[in-house]
């Protein structure tokens, strides 16, 4: 109720027209008061048996096994020093110069200089300038950073290398890899472990005859799933991220 009023604060108006409540939330809920409720209710009684599993499970290296290789892409971490090189608004002679200064730094760095004293002289990334370069690459980036994810997967520590994406310069160095040995153990393994554990309780349950569900077909047949799942999948990989 109070998430609904304050969605009805916020968004009544539509075109000049006050939606009245009923409209409301066929509008932008596409379900009727009962059935907006009915989701609350339910999403809630999830949260609370979520929180009763998590309690009572018990943390075995075989579960942080299983929990690592289904999370992986969010698990599996490449540890980077990394700095970018921004050439979208140089000449061609411009950004040649540049393809040449990162050929320079690659040099550099693998001749033993500091890292961070190229991140702090030449690196246009004030994220990256503030952690002296320090950055986390994790599988999932693969799929806006596929030519990164090639280089980064296939080297190992110590190694230097360079990737362009669209009009970055990335020069980076490989410094470690927190595979399952590594994070054995660790607190971020525990919590993905204890994420798996809890799905796949949820999912036992949804799959026996203590479930059931109705769906809504003057609802369903409205929606159009492509655009809820590609919603549901970024907003996801953003919550998955920052857990990681």
């Given at each position: 109720?109070?998430?609904?009023?304050s969605?009805?604060k916020?968004?009544?108006?539509?075109d000049?027209?006050?939606?009245?409540?009923e409209?409301?939330?066929?509008y932008?809920y596409?379900?009727?008061?009962?059935q907006?409720?009915?989701?609350?209710?339910?999403?809630?009684i999830v949260?609370?048996y979520?929180?009763?599993i998590?309690?009572e499970?018990?943390?075995?290296?075989?579960m942080q096994?299983?929990?690592?290789?289904?999370y992986?892409?969010?698990?599996?971490?490449?540890?980077l020093?990394?700095?970018t090189?921004?050439?979208?608004?140089?000449?061609?002679?411009?950004?040649?110069?540049e393809?040449?200064l990162?050929?320079?730094?690659k040099?550099a760095?693998?001749?033993?200089?500091?890292?961070?004293?190229?991140?702090?002289?030449?690196?246009?990334?004030?994220?990256?300038k503030?952690?002296?370069?320090d950055?986390?690459?994790?599988?999932?980036?693969?799929?806006?950073?596929?030519?990164?994810?090639?280089?980064?997967?296939?080297m190992?520590?110590g190694?230097?290398?360079?990737v362009?994406?669209?009009?970055?310069i990335?020069v980076?160095?490989?410094?470690?890899?927190?595979?399952?040995?590594q994070?054995?153990?660790s607190?971020?393994?525990?919590e993905?472990t204890?994420?798996?554990?809890?799905?796949?309780?949820i999912?036992?349950l949804v799959?026996s005859d203590k479930?059931?569900?109705?769906v809504?077909?003057?609802?369903?047949?409205?929606?159009?799933?492509?655009?809820?799942?590609?919603?549901?999948?970024?907003?996801?990989?953003?919550?998955?991220a920052?857990?990681a």
């Open positions: 109720e109070e998430q609904f009023a969605d009805y916020q968004y009544k108006e539509v000049g027209k006050v939606l009245e409540k409209e409301f939330y066929d932008y596409g379900l009727t008061e009962d907006y409720k009915e989701f609350w209710k339910n999403w809630a949260e609370k979520t929180a009763a998590e309690k499970i018990e943390i075995t290296d075989e096994k299983k929990a690592y290789d289904t992986y892409d969010y698990v599996c971490t490449y540890n020093t990394m700095l090189l921004d050439t979208s608004k140089m000449s061609e002679a411009e950004v040649k110069a393809n040449e990162a050929l320079q730094i040099d760095i693998q001749k033993g200089e500091k890292f961070e004293d190229y991140v702090e002289k030449y690196c246009d990334d004030k994220s990256l503030e952690s002296k370069g950055i986390d690459y994790f599988p999932y980036f693969q799929y806006n950073y596929p030519e990164m994810h090639k280089k980064v997967t296939s190992i520590p190694d230097v290398d360079i362009k994406e669209g009009d970055i990335y980076f160095r490989l410094e470690s890899i927190d595979t399952y040995e994070l054995l153990g607190d971020l393994l525990k993905w204890i994420v798996y554990q809890s799905n796949k309780n999912e036992d799959k479930y059931s569900f109705k809504y077909d003057d609802v369903y047949e409205k929606s159009d799933v492509s655009d809820v799942i590609s919603d549901a999948m970024i907003y996801w990989q953003s919550i998955w920052s857990e």
